[in-house]
């Protein structure tokens, strides 16, 4: 890992070394970034995963997958669950970013104002937060990663496409106006952290696009009376995030489609009908549910 945070770093600031970034690649040392051990070697008997594509050359590394999206399509939902599956970290830049607002460090204001007006922020302040996020995990034994809400600049994916393989880019789907209602239903329980959604969707079908039926999630007791609201999660900013999405973010899609590794996957409701239908087109067998719904 300290080989792609180093390789990151060096790619950004000296866009140059750009092109010859897959000679650093070719360095066994990179390729090593995620070939130790299952972190979680709890889960791994439970947990049965045919791997969408050939592992590397020394048969060992663990996934290295994308999450793509709307805001509110549950990026950070089903990376997370995935995360916890598989055993792999579940790395937001989103959350980075929050983390930084919330530290009051020397860049929380400029950030604030940037990300509550649903702007993208430069693409060295991201680089920079997850290096240091990839640093840590690496102090830790990390190996592989889910990645959530990066690349989402062409810039962005080029430095991560030079450094390392994606091995899936999971691109997930959803209509517009359901994405803007579960902005808008995002609840936070600030003492757990948990996530959870008030919105009751259920949109008819109409003009050939499908209709869609997505019940709110919502919070145990002890935690209804400390939700809280994402201050971008405003009518106006989701709406802004949406705009920016299409503009900057989507010809990321494009880029990982030319290179065969997006994984186009339309929700089609909650939670409970999305999971296994999402376990199934990646190839990830939940063993551990199989086993209770069998009990
Ligand atoms: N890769 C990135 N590049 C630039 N800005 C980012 C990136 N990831 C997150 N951000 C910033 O953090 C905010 C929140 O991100 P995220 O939680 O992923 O929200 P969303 O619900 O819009 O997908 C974004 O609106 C943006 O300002």
Known sequence: MAALNRVIRSAYY??????????????????????TANPNPNKSPC????????????????????FLGCPGVGKGTY?????????????ATGDLVRDELASSGPLSKKLAEIVNKGQLVPDEVIIDLLSKRLEEGQT????????????????QAEILE?????????NLKLREDALLAKCL???ICQQ???NFNIAAIDFKGEDGRPGICMPPLLPPPQCASKLI???????????????????????????????????EFNLPGGIPESWPKLLRALHVEDLDNKQSAAA
């Open 140 to 155: 830790k034994g990390e190996t592989g990663f889910i990645l959530d809400g990066f690349p989402r600049t062409i810039r």
């Open 14 to 35: 000296s866009p140059l070394t750009i092109r010859r970034l897959s000679d650093l690649v070719s360095d066994p040392a990179s390729i090593r970034i995620a070939s």
């Open 229 to 263: 609201t994402r201050s971008d999660d405003t009518e106006e900013v989701v709406k802004e995030r949406l705009r920016v999405y299409h503009d900057q973010c989507k010809p990321v899609e494009d880029f990982y489609r030319a290179r065969g590794k997006l994984l």
């Open 192 to 194: 757990c952290g948990g």
């Open 79 to 91: 990376a997370s669950r995935l995360s916890n599956l598989i055993g792999v970290p579940h790395i």
């Open 47 to 66: 947990t049965r995963m045919t791997p969408p594509v050939s592992r590397d050359a020394l048969g060992t590394r663990s996934v290295q997958w994308v």
């Open 162 to 170: 030079g450094v390392t393989d994606i091995d899936m880019v999971i």
């Open 185 to 187: 239903g995002r609840r």
